[in-house]
């Protein structure tokens, strides 16, 4: 079948349907899922396209909520066209692009609207868009809503742009009156400048320098005021990147208070550990900090027990001199890895270890990110009306992260050279196929997703 090609049909003897795995054939139609047939009441009509994947696993292409695409603005780090190709190569059919660091940030309409024309004709996957919540533009938050954009983040610390700044108490208060009864949700880059012992003193080639300089207590305090602002205002929170497995106790207390609180956590925290992390090794760098082993498999306990609601990439990459490998000081380094491509390998390939099954790898990544960003009546999910994306990939087979098998702009990335289970085979996005063992089609079919107003955001 030709790359770009409507698919009728998508044929294999492991369709994961709700949380069973079967034979199935799902059938599409005009983009959407039409039906999820059995293999033996499934007649094909003498014009379908029916795509025979074999034993390969169908299921729900990944939704990506936490992407960093860097456009406009700073197009050597990364851009649409790259960050998207990426995103199908790793079966993800769906981005949201966050507020920074483009420039200018989506923190105005004009802004959105400039982000918006700059993606146009660019995008091989489909992408929504987070606006931003900075000091002094409180009232460009509901014309954004209006607009379509999924929701706001802000920073409790500097964000290492200065484009971006991170707001304070006032600012806070101040967003939270402004989204309270818009039915948006408003994100938060928990870390606190609240950590008295900062002078850098040891050796700053060794991660552990640039660990203690980021301890736990600054996401445990900042996370202390979300959940106050949670469950004041009512507004929908969101935590991104929790590295932390320290407030956790906060997190559940305040849902069991009442407060409408979600939380994420990332591929490279469940992946790596701060034990491993070379002297100099820059490319490990991101904040939070990747913290000690013992941690990462609390982070893990708290995914299975449903304590952290999904997983994402952060995929925030940067050129090569910006990680200072010539010296390997990791406190001068950008703080950020790169990983869209490889979220749903490197996920499987500890999860499946751990007791985690196929329906987990969709509710974490597919079904509760499109919740977040209001796409899953769409998105994150195979049954009929859903918009037809699937990830067509093979759990047992085995590969190696290869610089040349990279598409993100910048190759520089903690897991080169790293073996992982779990290849996609092939990307279909909305019926139509996009990637196929390494080649996309000739032209970007993604679409932007903005977000409808709910109907409690007529009166806006």
Known sequence: MELGSTVSAVRSTRVLVGDQVRPAVVVIKDGKIHEIASSCSFSEDVACQVLDVGDSVVMPGVVDCHVHVNEPGRTSWEGFWTATRAAAAGGVTTIVDMPLNSIPPTTTLDNFHEKLREATGKCFVDVAFWGGVVPG??????PMIQAGVAGFKCFLIHSGVDEFPHVNDSDLHTAMKQLQGTGSVLLFHAERDVWEGKGETGDPCQYSTFLQSRPDVMETEAIRVVTELCL????????????????????????QAGAPLTVETTHHYLSLCAEDIPAGATQFKCC?????????????????AGQIDMVVSDHSPCTTDLKKLDSGDFTQAWGGISSLQFGLSLFWSSASKRGFQLPDVVRLLSQKTAQLCCLDSRKGCLAPSYDADLVVWDPEREFEIQEENIHHKNKLTPYLGLKLQGA?????LRGRLVYEDGSFCAEPLGKHLLIPQKTNQAQL
């Open 137 to 142: 533009n409180q009232l460009h938050l509901r």
């Open 288 to 304: 939070p900090p990747i913290r000690g082993s013992v941690n990462r498999e609390q982070l893990w306990s708290a995914l299975k």
């Open 232 to 255: 004041q205002y009512q507004v929908r929170c969101h935590i991104v990147h929790l590295s932390s497995a320290k407030p956790l106790k906060l997190i559940e207390e305040a849902r």
């Open 424 to 428: 996609v085979r092939a990307t279909i």
